[in-house]
């Protein structure tokens, strides 16, 4: 059977592109190796982030570089192996990190966020899953001075970007939370319009769900490689191949290498984080997620627990798991929530899909026709997977898309 769309990922942002796709009257199939929301969808903060409307550049000032470089920090950790292998990128990435380039970018990137609640909120109605989504924003806590000065500046000025929040003292943060120990903390930002998913994975799930009940179809197999074939494209998986008149490529950090055997080299490198889940009692019950600035961890209240996610860790994509930063990270939590019993045996990980100048790659693909981009989202797949969507079905039909795409084409990146 030949489709007219193949979807390859089945994460936020491929799950929404072939919802998109499927709405509009084409026939999709979505594929990849594990069901729907399975991979770094599934492990996330679980957080549509309205307020994020500033990318993450390298680090350029030497007190942070001075901070990382002993590789015990517990918001940003490396191995070497994967710095050597991902070097350029590194390079690029801290050249884009340039006051002027990051003030650039994030114009750029706020035309994406902007519409990210909207966006998703068409799917949450279509899909029937108000019951995930808390509308109560997301808290986040300063231990610093100077930097909570900034960030209150900031947030400030993002009030034109469309984005509402409330300052809130020590004493305010202790009365919304009262089972979290905020004494070495010196205020926070309480985000309004942003949102809390509470199963991510399950949202993606019942985006997938709702996908097929509009006669969508999915099936788990891996990619081996993509090449095109009579007009279309030819996609071989490990049980056999798939046929389509278009092909989008949304399989996030494995994104680049599916496309490097046709000619193109993105320079995308993953980035790991880590979660667990805690059992939740009286003593440790929170109702919002809350983001440490300073020692950079999440903990959030989900179905299945109190969930504690890492910063990042920059590692090669098959490296085995390594639970230090977790470790590191759990001593800081336990000090102000009191968690004990975790949910899991083992804790989850999974890499997120980054770009050097901190930017997606979302359209077609300047070296053949019929091949579509969407993936290098960062740390925002889950909040862009619906504006992604949106973009990408609109440019396949021959519409206005609702930005301009410009910015975020791969020909950005050159031969």
Known sequence: MRYQVIVIGAGMVGTSIAWHLQNNGTQVLMLDKRPPGSETSYGNAGLIQREAIHTRPFPRQLVELIRVLPNHS????YRWPAVLRYRQALLKYWQHSSPAEVSKIDREWQTLIEHCTSEHQEMITAADAEHLIRRVGWIEL?????KFNNAVRLAGEAVEQGVTHKVLTVAELQEMEPNVDFK???GGIHWLNSWQVTNPGELVKAYAKDFEAKGGTIAEHSVMA?????GGWKVTTDDGDYYSDDLVVAAGPWSSDLIEPLGYKIPLFPMRGYHQHFEVTQKNMINHSMIDMDIGFAMGPMQQGIRITTGAEMTLMDASKNFGQLTSVMKQVKKILPLENAVESEAWCGSR?????MKPVIGAADKHDHLWFAFGHSFQGFTLGPVTGRVVQQLMHGQDPLIDLE???SKRFGD
């Open 407 to 409: 910015p975020f084409s």
């Open 142 to 146: 300063h231990r610093s001075e100077d």
């Open 226 to 230: 993509i090449e095109p074939f009579e």
């Open 74 to 77: 517990t918001d940003i950790r």
């Open 353 to 357: 899909p980054c770009m050097p100048d």
């Open 184 to 186: 070495d903390y010196v």
